[in-house]
């Protein structure tokens, strides 16, 4: 599933392409992705001008001068295409602009979703009620993890996985930033120390910024929107590396917690 590297990559990529431009086209090829397309959409959305691109947690925001944001989650396969030469059989969603630019939305296992908001309300969106600070932001520091984690018992790997905690983690990122930070992925989230949690913000930031850097991680489905891939994979410490030498000298070890795998390494990752 893309997670919020690849997101942010997907909203910087359509800010060149949409940000300014009046949306002269918009034609849903189907009634739903993962649930039904707004009924209104291309009357609301046809004839507006995009003003703002942005990002929350996984999802994308395209806002509109009408007061409305186009709000959309790519799931597990899905990517915007731009100026794709001929409409494949699973571009979902069809964006004209003014300039004679098109966007597809393509998305083959339709896990994605398409919604419509009111820009000056979008934090009660439903799926942004309840989700907690973006960690490349001011809220997400040591001070604020301490105050979370404080008494919590289930591991720091699943604690930083739950989006209430914080916004846009996902499993890859989660390992290579506990990693980078030397925190064993097993540990109660609320044993860590203070000087854990002081290593663990910068280490999350650093690895989603290289992420960003390098267009995201390809590993089955995603791809940027001018159609390149992603290349954070060629610098994974540790996902998806079991059995293979750690930087420090040690062996990158899998486990299974929560129905996803962790990997991590025993002899650099021990507080």
Same mark, same amino acid.
Not at 142 to 169: F, N
Not at 208 to 213: F, M, P, Q, S, V
């Given at each position: 599933?893309?997670?919020?590297p690849?997101?942010?990559?997907?909203?910087?990529?359509?800010?060149p392409?949409?940000?300014?431009?009046?949306?002269?086209?918009v034609?849903?090829?189907?009634?739903?992705l993962?649930?039904?397309?707004?009924?209104d959409?291309?009357?609301?959305?046809?004839?507006?001008r995009?003003?703002? #691109?942005?990002?929350?947690?996984?999802?994308?925001?395209?806002?509109?001068?009408?007061?409305?944001s186009?709000?959309?989650?790519?799931g597990?396969s899905g990517?915007?295409?731009?100026?794709?030469?001929?409409?494949?059989?699973?571009?979902?969603?069809i964006?004209?602009?003014?300039?004679?630019?098109?966007?597809?939305? !393509?998305?083959?296992?339709?896990f994605?979703?398409?919604?419509?908001?009111?820009?000056?309300?979008?934090?009660?969106?439903?799926?942004?009620?309840?989700?907690?600070?973006?960690?490349?932001?001011?809220g997400f520091?040591?001070e604020?993890?301490?105050?979370?984690?404080?008494?919590?018992?289930?591991?720091?790997?699943?604690?930083?996985?739950?989006?209430r905690?914080?916004a846009?983690?996902? !499993?890859?990122y989660?390992?290579e930033?506990?990693?980078?930070a030397?925190i064993?992925?097993?540990?109660a989230a609320g044993?860590?120390?203070?000087?854990?949690?002081?290593?663990?913000?910068?280490?999350?930031?650093d690895?989603?910024?290289?992420?960003?850097?390098?267009?995201?991680?390809? #590993?089955r489905?995603?791809a940027?929107?001018?159609?390149? #891939?992603?290349y954070?994979?060629?610098q994974?410490?540790?996902?998806g590396?079991?059995?293979?030498?750690?930087?420090c000298?040690g062996?990158?070890?899998?486990?299974v917690?929560?129905?996803?795998?962790?990997?991590?390494?025993?002899c650099?990752q021990?507080?």
């Amino acid at each position: 599933m893309p997670e919020l590297p690849e997101v942010e990559t997907t909203v910087r990529g359509l800010r060149p392409v949409l940000e300014g431009q009046m949306l002269r086209r918009v034609d849903a090829r189907r009634s739903d992705l993962r649930r039904p397309f707004p009924v209104d959409l291309r009357q609301r959305l046809t004839g507006a001008r995009v003003v703002a #691109l942005g990002r929350r947690a996984k999802y994308g925001l395209i806002e509109t001068d009408r007061g409305d944001s186009l709000i959309f989650h790519l799931g597990m396969s899905g990517r915007w295409r731009v100026d794709p030469g001929d409409l494949m059989i699973h571009d979902h969603l069809i964006i004209e602009t003014d300039e004679g630019r098109r966007l597809a939305l !393509n998305d083959p296992r339709r896990f994605g979703s398409i919604d419509l908001w009111r820009s000056d309300d979008v934090a009660a969106f439903p799926a942004f009620r309840s989700l907690g600070p973006e960690p490349l932001g001011d809220g997400f520091t040591a001070e604020y993890l301490h105050t979370v984690l404080t008494g919590r018992r289930l591991s720091i790997k699943l604690a930083l996985l739950d989006q209430r905690i914080v916004a846009g983690l996902g !499993n890859i990122y989660v390992c290579e930033a506990l990693h980078h930070a030397r925190i064993d992925p097993r540990m109660a989230a609320g044993a860590l120390d203070e000087a854990a949690l002081a290593r663990l913000v910068p280490a999350v930031r650093d690895v989603l910024e290289a992420a960003i850097d390098a267009g995201g991680s390809s #590993l089955r489905d995603y791809a940027r929107p001018d159609g390149e #891939l992603g290349y954070f994979s060629k610098q994974f410490a540790v996902y998806g590396r079991s059995g293979e030498p750690c930087a420090c000298g040690g062996v990158v070890t899998r486990y299974v917690e929560g129905g996803r795998s962790t990997f991590w390494c025993p002899c650099c990752q021990q507080s």
